[in-house]
C-alpha cells in the first residue's frame, strides 16, 4: 500500500489490514511520521514526537501480531497522546512552561490500556495550557493550527490531537475533556470526539484539571473506531477511586445503524440566540437523517442550560487553584532562577511557569473557595449542578438521546477568542452541562459551512448510556462519507508524487 | 490583691495509626528509612496521581470513637485544606471539615476531685506531612516524604480541661484507650501522638472564654505541663498589664521554656477547605458499627476486673500492670508461659518499673522476650536460684534480653544445694565472729541477721537463705 | 451588582494562590475577575434552598484498598524530575528562620 492509501484508513480499517497482512504496522508509522514532517511546520499539532520510539515499538508489535499474541483491533495503529496525559519516559507538559521538562516515571492507565492493546503511542499532543481554554491558543508551545484552514484555530484544549486526527498525523488520540475540549475541536476539526461517562476511563495519570468534571476520550476518524478505542480505555482501576465498575464493556456492537424507535430530544433552547444558522441546519439536517431511519424526534425544554457556564468556572476553578498548587518548583517542574526565600521560590516559579489563563482560573479558585466566599459561590454552584443533573434525568426520562450542536459556531479565527475570555468561555454553553452532570457526549462531523469549517453536531445520552449515542451517531454518520481537510490530503499527495 | 485566674483548656491531639500502608497509597509506613524510600507518585503529588483510601484507616478511627463514647458520622467525606508548604507535597491535606467520622463524645479521667468527663468534640481522618531536615552546611532545607500520607486521626476535645494535671490525664486516658486498641502505639517522643494545646484564661467565675492561642510542638507530658504554665503565666500578665492576647498559634520551646508566635505575612490562614472530588464519600452502616463493636479487644477497665478474677491480682496490682497496654501484654505472655501471674506481676512492677525509672525508658521500651522471665520465674520457682542472684539475672534480662537458664550455668549461680559443703562454711563464719555467736546465744535476734548476712558473702549469694537460717540454728542451738 | 475587586483583594488572593502578579497583570486580574463574578451572579436568579450540593455525581460510597504494602522502595524514580535534590531528599530554601 503507499503512504496516502494507508493514511486514508480509519484506525480500524488499518488494524484490519494489519492483521490481514497487507501493511505492517512499522509502514503505517513512516506513513504517519512522514505525513508529520509535511504537517508540522503548518499546524504544530504535537508537542513531543518519539520517532525513534514510535519505530521501535511497531517493530515489537508487529513481531507480537505475527504470533498471534496481539489480536485487538488497534494492534499496530498508531496513536497520539494529549500532553496532560503520563506517559513513562516522554516528556509529559500539559503544554505549560511549568512542565516543559517534566518526564513521568509512570504511565497513566489509558495509555497502559492503548499499550497493552498494540497500539503505537507516536508522540504528545499539543493543547490549551492545562486545559484552560478552547482554542489551543493558549499553550506554551505555540498554537495549533485548524487543518481546513491554517487562519483558523483547531478549537482546544484537545486541539493538538484533534488536528492531528484529522491532518491523518496520527490514526487516532487521546483527548481530555472538562467541558467540551474533546467534542468542540473534534466538531472544529471534522472528526469525531467522545466522551464517555464520568468514571469509565480512569483518571489516574491524567494530569488533573477540574477533578470531578475531566474524563479521558478519544478522537478518531468515525464513530466506528471511537466506540472500538472505547473498549480499549474503559476499565474499573482501583488507582482511581472514581472510576466506576460497569455493567457494560462492550461499544461497537451498537454500530448497527439501526435507530428505529430511537427517542431523540433536540433541546429548544439549544437552538435559539447565538446559534450560528448553518450550524443550526447542520442540526436539523441531522435530526432529519435519524427521523428517516426511524428515530422519533421532539422538540423541548431542557432548562438551566444558562446558568451551566457560571458553575462551571466556579466548581473547575476552585478545583483547578486546588490541583494546581503542586507545580511550586520542589518535586518536579520549573524552578525560577531567582528569588529570596521559600515564599519567593513558590511565587516566582509560579508566575513565571503558569500563562495567563491559567493564572486567571487559579486566582479566581482561589477566591471563590476564600474564607466568606464559599457557600456563596462553591456551595451554590454544586446546588446548581444538582439542578442541572436533575433537568437532564428528567429529559431521559423521556428520550434516549439528545441532540444539538457541538458549538455555536465553527472554528473562529486565530486570535480572535483571547481577547475576551468571557466571550471564549460562552462558547462551551452546549459541551459544559454534560461535564457536571457525568454523562456521556459525542460529536459527529456533519458538513461544512460556506466557508469550507467543519460543523459537528453533539450527541448525549444518560449516565451509562453510550451505545444510545453510539447508535444514532453511526446513524448520522452513515449519510456521509470522512472527509480529509484538502491541506492535509494536498501534504500525501505532494509526497506521492516525489 | 490579685485576681483569680482559670486557666481553660482544650487539646487536639494527632495520633499516627498502626497501619502497615499508608492512607492514600500502598506504601509502608515503617518508621524510619532512608529518605525517601517509602514514597510513591500518590504521596509525593506527582501528577496525575489520585488517592485511594486504606479501609483500616475507617476501621480504627471508628474504633477509637466508640471507645470514646462518640457519635458517628455514617455519612462522612473528606476535604482538602489548602496551603502551600514543602511537607506537604500537593500542597493541600486530605483531611476532614464538614463531617468528620466521629463527633460528641467524651472520656472520663480521675481528678483529685473525683471523675471528670472531658468532652470530645470530633475526631476525624487526615493524611501526615513529609518531614523537613534543615541542612546547616548549605543553609537550605530537605524534604523527606516517608512520612507523607501516614494516616493520622486528629482527636478534637472540647475545652474542657482546667489544669496540666487534668491535661495529662486526659492524655493518659486517651493513650490507654488507643493503645488497648491497637490502633497506635502512641509514642510522644516519636510523634506517633502529638498534642496541641489551646489555652485562654478568664477570671474565676467569668461566664465568657478568654481568647485563646495555640502551643505547638510538645513533644512529652513534661513538656506540656511546663508548657501550660509558662502560657497560663504569660496570658495572665498580659492582661493584667491592660494588653490583650492575641488569637495565635505558638511554637514551645522545651529547652527555653518560652514560647514564640509562629507568624507569617505568608500565612493567610485560609484554608480554602472543599469536598475532595477525588475520594468518593464513604457510608457507615449499622452493621458496620456493630462489627468494630464486637471485634473491639478488651479494654482496661475489663482487664483490669479479669486480672482480679483469674489471676487473683490486688486491685493495686492490676491497676499498674493494666497502667499500659505493653506491660499488660508482657504480663499476659508471662503468665501464659509459667503460670505464675503473681510472680510475673511482682516481677514486672517492682524491678521492671525500677530498671525504667534508673535508665530513664518509656514502658513502651521494655523490650525483653516474655519467654526469658518466665524461666527466670522457674528458676526461682524450683531452687535453682535464690532471690538475690535472680534480681541480677532480671537485670540482664532486661537491658540484655538474656537467656536466664544459660546466663546461671555459665556465671555458676545456682545454688549450693551440698549441705555439707554449706555447713563447712558456716562453722568457719562462726569461728571468725565469736562475739556475734555469743550475743545470738544471749538472745540478740539481731545477731543471726549478720551471721546469715556474712555467710551469704562467702557463698557469693549462692546459698538458700533458708538452709542458711536453719544450719546457723542448728550449731548453735 | 457590579463586583469591585480592589488591590487589597487581589494581593490576598496572590497571598493564598502563590502568584505574584506585576501592576498591569494586577489591574487585568481585577477587571477580570470582577467581570467573572458579575456573570457568576447569575446563579443567584436560582431558588437552590433545599438543594443537596452536589460534590460526585454518581452515589458511590466507600470505594477502599486494603491495607497490604505494594510500594517498596521507588525513591531514584521519585527524585527523577526534582530541580534540585540532596542526599536522597528534595532540596528547597529554607523553611525556618
Given at each position: 500500500?503507499?503512504?496516502?492509501?494507508?493514511?486514508?484508513?480509519?484506525?480500524?480499517?488499518?488494524?484490519?489490514?494489519?492483521?490481514?497482512?497487507?501493511?505492517?504496522?512499522?509502514?503505517?508509522?513512516?506513513?504517519?511520521?512522514?505525513?508529520?514532517?509535511?504537517?508540522?511546520?503548518?499546524?504544530?499539532?504535537?508537542?513531543?514526537?518519539?520517532?525513534?520510539?514510535?519505530?521501535?515499538?511497531?517493530?515489537?508489535?508487529?513481531?507480537?501480531?505475527?504470533?498471534?499474541?496481539?489480536?485487538?483491533?488497534?494492534?499496530?495503529?498508531?496513536?497520539?497522546?494529549?500532553?496532560?496525559?503520563?506517559?513513562?519516559?516522554?516528556?509529559?507538559?500539559?503544554?505549560?512552561?511549568?512542565?516543559?521538562?517534566?518526564?513521568?516515571?509512570?504511565?497513566?492507565?489509558?495509555?497502559?490500556?492503548?499499550?497493552?492493546?498494540?497500539?503505537?503511542?507516536?508522540?504528545?499532543?499539543?493543547?490549551?495550557?492545562?486545559?484552560?481554554?478552547?482554542?489551543?491558543?493558549?499553550?506554551?508551545?505555540?498554537?495549533?493550527?485548524?487543518?481546513?484552514?491554517?487562519?483558523?484555530?483547531?478549537?482546544?484544549?484537545?486541539?493538538?490531537?484533534?488536528?492531528?486526527?484529522?491532518?491523518?498525523?496520527?490514526?487516532?488520540?487521546?483527548?481530555?475533556?472538562?467541558?467540551?475540549?474533546?467534542?468542540?475541536?473534534?466538531?472544529?476539526?471534522?472528526?469525531?470526539?467522545?466522551?464517555?461517562?464520568?468514571?469509565?476511563?480512569?483518571?489516574?495519570?491524567?494530569?488533573?484539571?477540574?477533578?470531578?468534571?475531566?474524563?479521558?476520550?478519544?478522537?478518531?476518524?468515525?464513530?466506528?473506531?471511537?466506540?472500538?478505542?472505547?473498549?480499549?480505555?474503559?476499565?474499573?482501576?482501583?488507582?482511581?477511586?472514581?472510576?466506576?465498575?460497569?455493567?457494560?464493556?462492550?461499544?461497537?456492537?451498537?454500530?448497527?445503524?439501526?435507530?428505529?424507535?430511537?427517542?431523540?430530544?433536540?433541546?429548544?433552547?439549544?437552538?435559539?440566540?447565538?446559534?450560528?444558522?448553518?450550524?443550526?441546519?447542520?442540526?436539523?439536517?441531522?435530526?432529519?437523517?435519524?427521523?428517516?431511519?426511524?428515530?422519533?424526534?421532539?422538540?423541548?425544554?431542557?432548562?438551566?442550560?444558562?446558568?451551566?457556564?457560571?458553575?462551571?468556572?466556579?466548581?473547575?476553578?476552585?478545583?483547578?487553584?486546588?490541583?494546581?498548587?503542586?507545580?511550586?518548583?520542589?518535586?518536579?517542574?520549573?524552578?525560577?532562577?531567582?528569588?529570596?526565600?521559600?515564599?519567593?521560590?513558590?511565587?516566582?516559579?509560579?508566575?513565571?511557569?503558569?500563562?495567563?489563563?491559567?493564572?486567571?482560573?487559579?486566582?479566581?479558585?482561589?477566591?471563590?473557595?476564600?474564607?466568606?466566599?464559599?457557600?456563596?459561590?462553591?456551595?451554590?454552584?454544586?446546588?446548581?449542578?444538582?439542578?442541572?443533573?436533575?433537568?437532564?434525568?428528567?429529559?431521559?426520562?423521556?428520550?434516549?438521546?439528545?441532540?444539538?450542536?457541538?458549538?455555536?459556531?465553527?472554528?473562529?479565527?486565530?486570535?480572535?477568542?483571547?481577547?475576551?475570555?468571557?466571550?471564549?468561555?460562552?462558547?462551551?454553553?452546549?459541551?459544559?452541562?454534560?461535564?457536571?452532570?457525568?454523562?456521556?457526549?459525542?460529536?459527529?462531523?456533519?458538513?461544512?459551512?460556506?466557508?469550507?469549517?467543519?460543523?459537528?453536531?453533539?450527541?448525549?445520552?444518560?449516565?451509562?448510556?453510550?451505545?444510545?449515542?453510539?447508535?444514532?451517531?453511526?446513524?448520522?454518520?452513515?449519510?456521509?462519507?470522512?472527509?480529509?481537510?484538502?491541506?492535509?490530503?494536498?501534504?500525501?499527495?505532494?509526497?506521492?508524487?516525489? | 490583691?490579685?485576681?483569680?485566674?482559670?486557666?481553660?483548656?482544650?487539646?487536639?491531639?494527632?495520633?499516627?495509626?498502626?497501619?502497615?500502608?499508608?492512607?492514600?497509597?500502598?506504601?509502608?509506613?515503617?518508621?524510619?528509612?532512608?529518605?525517601?524510600?517509602?514514597?510513591?507518585?500518590?504521596?509525593?503529588?506527582?501528577?496525575?496521581?489520585?488517592?485511594?483510601?486504606?479501609?483500616?484507616?475507617?476501621?480504627?478511627?471508628?474504633?477509637?470513637?466508640?471507645?470514646?463514647?462518640?457519635?458517628?458520622?455514617?455519612?462522612?467525606?473528606?476535604?482538602?485544606?489548602?496551603?502551600?508548604?514543602?511537607?506537604?507535597?500537593?500542597?493541600?491535606?486530605?483531611?476532614?471539615?464538614?463531617?468528620?467520622?466521629?463527633?460528641?463524645?467524651?472520656?472520663?479521667?480521675?481528678?483529685?476531685?473525683?471523675?471528670?468527663?472531658?468532652?470530645?468534640?470530633?475526631?476525624?481522618?487526615?493524611?501526615?506531612?513529609?518531614?523537613?531536615?534543615?541542612?546547616?552546611?548549605?543553609?537550605?532545607?530537605?524534604?523527606?516524604?516517608?512520612?507523607?500520607?501516614?494516616?493520622?486521626?486528629?482527636?478534637?476535645?472540647?475545652?474542657?480541661?482546667?489544669?496540666?494535671?487534668?491535661?495529662?490525664?486526659?492524655?493518659?486516658?486517651?493513650?490507654?484507650?488507643?493503645?488497648?486498641?491497637?490502633?497506635?502505639?502512641?509514642?510522644?517522643?516519636?510523634?506517633?501522638?502529638?498534642?496541641?494545646?489551646?489555652?485562654?484564661?478568664?477570671?474565676?467565675?467569668?461566664?465568657?472564654?478568654?481568647?485563646?492561642?495555640?502551643?505547638?510542638?510538645?513533644?512529652?507530658?513534661?513538656?506540656?505541663?511546663?508548657?501550660?504554665?509558662?502560657?497560663?503565666?504569660?496570658?495572665?500578665?498580659?492582661?493584667?498589664?491592660?494588653?490583650?492576647?492575641?488569637?495565635?498559634?505558638?511554637?514551645?520551646?522545651?529547652?527555653?521554656?518560652?514560647?514564640?508566635?509562629?507568624?507569617?505575612?505568608?500565612?493567610?490562614?485560609?484554608?480554602?477547605?472543599?469536598?475532595?472530588?477525588?475520594?468518593?464519600?464513604?457510608?457507615?452502616?449499622?452493621?458496620?458499627?456493630?462489627?468494630?463493636?464486637?471485634?473491639?479487644?478488651?479494654?482496661?477497665?475489663?482487664?483490669?476486673?479479669?486480672?482480679?478474677?483469674?489471676?487473683?491480682?490486688?486491685?493495686?496490682?492490676?491497676?499498674?500492670?493494666?497502667?499500659?497496654?505493653?506491660?499488660?501484654?508482657?504480663?499476659?505472655?508471662?503468665?501464659?508461659?509459667?503460670?505464675?501471674?503473681?510472680?510475673?506481676?511482682?516481677?514486672?512492677?517492682?524491678?521492671?518499673?525500677?530498671?525504667?525509672?534508673?535508665?530513664?525508658?518509656?514502658?513502651?521500651?521494655?523490650?525483653?522476650?516474655?519467654?526469658?522471665?518466665?524461666?527466670?520465674?522457674?528458676?526461682?520457682?524450683?531452687?535453682?536460684?535464690?532471690?538475690?542472684?535472680?534480681?541480677?539475672?532480671?537485670?540482664?534480662?532486661?537491658?540484655?534480653?538474656?537467656?536466664?537458664?544459660?546466663?546461671?550455668?555459665?556465671?555458676?549461680?545456682?545454688?549450693?544445694?551440698?549441705?555439707?559443703?554449706?555447713?563447712?562454711?558456716?562453722?568457719?563464719?562462726?569461728?571468725?565472729?565469736p562475739q556475734s555467736a555469743l550475743d545470738y546465744r544471749n538472745g540478740k535476734e539481731k545477731a543471726m541477721g549478720f551471721l546469715v548476712g556474712q555467710t551469704m558473702r562467702s557463698m557469693k549469694g549462692k546459698a538458700d537463705p533458708g538452709a542458711v537460717n536453719r544450719i546457723l540454728k542448728e550449731l548453735l542451738g | 451588582m457590579a463586583h469591585i475587586i480592589d488591590d487589597e483583594t487581589i494581593e490576598y488572593v496572590g497571598?493564598?494562590?502563590?502568584?505574584?502578579?506585576?501592576?498591569?497583570?494586577?489591574?487585568?486580574?481585577?477587571?477580570?475577575?470582577?467581570?467573572?463574578?458579575?456573570?457568576?451572579?447569575?446563579?443567584?436568579?436560582?431558588?437552590?434552598?433545599?438543594?443537596?450540593?452536589?460534590?460526585?455525581?454518581?452515589?458511590?460510597?466507600?470505594?477502599?484498598?486494603?491495607?497490604?504494602?505494594?510500594?517498596?522502595?521507588?525513591?531514584?524514580?521519585?527524585?527523577?524530575?526534582?530541580?534540585?535534590?540532596?542526599?536522597?531528599?528534595?532540596?528547597?530554601?529554607?523553611?525556618?528562620?
Amino acid at each position: 500500500m503507499t503512504a496516502s492509501e494507508i493514511l486514508s484508513l480509519t484506525a480500524v480499517q488499518l488494524g484490519k489490514k494489519i492483521k490481514e497482512g497487507e501493511v505492517t504496522s512499522p509502514e503505517a508509522v513512516k506513513a504517519v511520521l512522514g505525513q508529520i514532517k509535511a504537517m508540522e511546520p503548518e499546524l504544530n499539532s504535537y508537542v513531543t514526537i518519539d520517532e525513534e520510539g514510535a519505530l521501535k515499538q511497531a517493530e515489537e508489535i508487529q513481531k507480537r501480531i505475527e504470533s498471534g499474541e496481539l489480536t485487538g483491533p488497534l494492534a499496530g495503529v498508531p496513536a497520539a497522546v494529549k500532553d496532560n496525559i503520563c506517559m513513562e519516559g516522554l516528556k509529559t507538559t500539559c503544554s505549560s512552561k511549568i512542565l516543559s521538562d517534566f518526564v513521568p516515571t509512570y504511565n497513566a492507565k489509558a495509555v497502559e490500556n492503548l499499550k497493552q492493546a498494540g497500539a503505537v503511542i507516536i508522540g504528545k499532543t499539543n493543547m490549551d495550557e492545562f486545559a484552560m481554554g478552547s482554542t489551543t491558543e493558549t499553550s506554551a508551545f505555540g498554537v495549533t493550527r485548524n487543518p481546513w484552514n491554517p487562519e483558523h484555530v483547531p478549537g482546544g484544549s484537545s486541539g493538538g490531537s484533534c488536528a492531528a486526527v484529522a491532518a491523518a498525523e496520527c490514526f487516532f488520540a487521546l483527548g481530555s475533556d472538562t467541558g467540551g475540549s474533546i467534542r468542540q475541536p473534534a466538531s472544529f476539526c471534522g472528526v469525531t470526539g467522545l466522551k464517555p461517562t464520568y468514571g469509565t476511563i480512569s483518571r489516574y495519570g491524567l494530569i488533573a484539571y477540574g477533578s470531578s468534571l475531566d474524563q479521558i476520550g478519544p478522537v478518531a476518524k468515525d464513530v466506528t473506531d471511537c466506540a472500538a478505542i472505547l473498549e480499549v480505555l474503559a476499565s474499573h482501576d482501583g488507582m482511581d477511586s472514581t472510576s466506576v465498575q460497569r455493567e457494560d464493556y462492550e461499544f461497537t456492537r451498537y454500530l448497527t445503524g439501526e435507530v428505529k424507535g430511537l427517542k431523540v430530544g433536540i433541546p429548544a433552547d439549544y437552538m435559539g440566540e447565538g446559534l450560528d444558522p448553518e450550524v443550526k441546519e447542520a442540526v436539523l439536517k441531522a435530526a432529519k437523517v435519524l427521523e428517516e431511519k426511524g428515530a422519533v424526534v421532539e422538540t423541548f425544554d431542557l432548562g438551566m442550560v444558562e446558568y451551566a457556564i457560571p458553575a462551571y468556572y466556579v466548581i473547575a476553578s476552585a478545583e483547578a487553584s486546588s490541583n494546581l498548587s503542586r507545580f511550586d518548583g520542589v518535586k518536579y517542574g520549573y524552578r525560577a532562577k531567582e528569588y529570596t526565600g521559600l515564599h519567593g521560590m513558590y511565587k516566582k516559579s509560579r508566575s513565571e511557569g503558569f500563562g495567563p489563563e491559567v493564572k486567571r482560573r487559579i486566582m479566581l479558585g482561589s477566591f471563590v473557595l476564600s474564607s466568606g466566599y464559599y457557600d456563596a459561590y462553591y456551595l451554590k454552584a454544586l446546588k446548581t449542578k444538582a439542578l442541572i443533573k436533575k433537568a437532564f434525568d428528567e429529559a431521559f426520562s423521556k428520550y434516549d438521546v439528545i441532540l444539538g450542536p457541538a458549538a455555536p459556531t465553527t472554528a473562529p479565527r486565530l486570535g480572535e477568542s483571547l481577547s475576551d475570555p468571557l466571550k471564549m468561555y460562552l462558547g462551551d454553553i452546549y459541551t459544559i452541562s454534560v461535564n457536571l452532570a457525568g454523562l456521556p457526549g459525542l460529536s459527529v462531523p456533519f458538513g461544512t459551512d460556506e466557508k469550507g469549517l467543519p460543523i459537528g453536531v453533539q450527541l448525549i445520552a444518560d449516565c451509562f448510556q453510550e451505545k444510545n449515542i453510539l447508535r444514532a451517531g453511526f446513524a448520522v454518520e452513515q449519510s456521509r462519507t470522512y472527509e480529509m481537510p484538502s491541506l492535509a490530503a494536498k501534504a500525501m499527495r505532494e509526497k506521492e508524487e516525489k | 490583691m490579685s485576681k483569680q485566674y482559670e486557666t481553660v483548656i482544650g487539646l487536639e491531639v494527632h495520633v499516627e495509626l498502626a497501619t502497615k500502608t499508608k492512607i492514600f497509597c500502598s506504601c509502608s509506613t515503617e518508621f524510619g528509612g532512608a529518605p525517601n524510600t517509602h514514597t510513591c507518585p500518590v504521596c509525593t503529588g506527582m501528577p496525575g496521581s489520585l488517592p485511594v483510601l486504606n479501609k483500616q484507616v475507617v476501621e480504627y478511627a471508628l474504633a477509637v470513637g466508640l471507645a470514646a463514647n462518640c457519635q458517628i458520622n455514617q455519612n462522612c467525606k473528606f476535604d482538602r485544606k489548602n496551603y502551600f508548604y514543602p511537607d506537604n507535597p500537593q500542597n493541600y491535606q486530605i483531611s476532614q471539615l464538614y463531617l468528620p467520622i466521629c463527633h460528641d463524645g467524651y472520656v472520663e479521667i480521675d481528678t483529685a476531685a473525683g471523675k471528670k468527663k472531658i468532652g470530645i468534640h470530633e475526631i476525624h481522618m487526615e493524611e501526615d506531612a513529609g518531614k523537613l531536615i534543615h541542612d546547616e552546611w548549605e543553609d537550605c532545607s530537605l524534604v523527606d516524604f516517608n512520612r507523607s500520607g501516614v494516616p493520622l486521626i486528629e482527636i478534637v476535645s472540647e475545652p474542657d480541661m482546667r489544669s496540666a494535671d487534668e491535661v495529662i490525664a486526659y492524655l493518659e486516658k486517651l493513650r490507654l484507650i488507643i493503645q488497648y486498641l491497637g490502633a497506635s502505639d502512641c509514642k510522644l517522643q516519636e510523634g506517633s501522638m502529638r498534642a496541641d494545646v489551646n489555652l485562654s484564661v478568664r477570671e474565676a467565675g467569668a461566664s465568657q472564654f478568654g481568647t485563646r492561642t495555640e502551643m505547638k510542638n510538645l513533644n512529652s507530658f513534661k513538656a506540656i505541663a511546663r508548657a501550660i504554665e509558662g502560657e497560663r503565666k504569660r496570658q495572665i500578665e498580659l492582661i493584667e498589664d491592660g494588653k490583650a492576647v492575641v488569637q495565635e498559634t505558638r511554637r514551645w520551646d522545651d529547652n527555653k521554656e518560652s514560647s514564640h508566635a509562629m507568624r507569617s505575612k505568608e500565612d493567610a490562614k485560609d484554608y480554602r477547605y472543599f469536598p475532595d472530588p477525588d475520594l468518593p464519600p464513604i457510608s457507615i452502616s449499622d452493621e458496620w458499627i456493630q462489627s468494630i463493636k464486637e471485634k473491639q479487644p478488651e479494654l482496661r477497665t475489663e482487664k483490669m476486673a479479669r486480672y482480679q478474677e483469674e489471676y487473683s491480682l490486688s486491685e493495686y496490682d492490676a491497676d499498674i500492670i493494666t497502667g499500659s497496654k505493653h506491660m499488660a501484654d508482657i504480663f499476659e505472655q508471662v503468665t501464659a508461659i509459667c503460670q505464675k501471674p503473681k510472680e510475673a506481676a511482682n516481677w514486672l512492677m517492682v524491678e521492671g518499673m525500677r530498671l525504667l525509672k534508673e535508665h530513664e525508658m518509656e514502658m513502651e521500651n521494655m523490650t525483653f522476650s516474655a519467654e526469658n522471665l518466665a524461666k527466670l520465674i522457674v528458676l526461682v520457682d524450683n531452687g535453682t536460684i535464690n532471690r538475690t542472684v535472680a534480681k541480677e539475672v532480671f537485670e540482664q534480662i532486661f537491658l540484655n534480653d538474656i537467656d536466664p537458664e544459660h546466663y546461671v550455668e555459665e556465671k555458676g549461680l545456682k545454688v549450693v544445694s551440698d549441705e555439707g559443703a554449706l555447713k563447712s562454711a558456716i562453722e568457719a563464719i562462726l569461728a571468725a565472729n565469736p562475739q556475734s555467736a555469743l550475743d545470738y546465744r544471749n538472745g540478740k535476734e539481731k545477731a543471726m541477721g549478720f551471721l546469715v548476712g556474712q555467710t551469704m558473702r562467702s557463698m557469693k549469694g549462692k546459698a538458700d537463705p533458708g538452709a542458711v537460717n536453719r544450719i546457723l540454728k542448728e550449731l548453735l542451738g | 451588582m457590579a463586583h469591585i475587586i480592589d488591590d487589597e483583594t487581589i494581593e490576598y488572593v496572590g497571598i493564598l494562590a502563590k502568584l505574584e502578579l506585576d501592576d498591569a497583570e494586577k489591574e487585568a486580574a481585577k477587571k477580570d475577575m470582577g467581570r467573572m463574578l458579575d456573570y457568576i451572579d447569575k446563579l443567584n436568579e436560582l431558588d437552590t434552598d433545599g438543594v443537596e450540593p452536589m460534590s460526585h455525581v454518581f452515589p458511590v460510597y466507600n470505594v477502599f484498598r486494603e491495607d497490604v504494602v505494594i510500594n517498596g522502595d521507588d525513591r531514584d524514580q521519585i527524585l527523577k524530575n526534582a530541580p534540585e535534590s540532596k542526599d536522597g531528599a528534595f532540596k528547597v530554601p529554607k523553611t525556618v528562620e
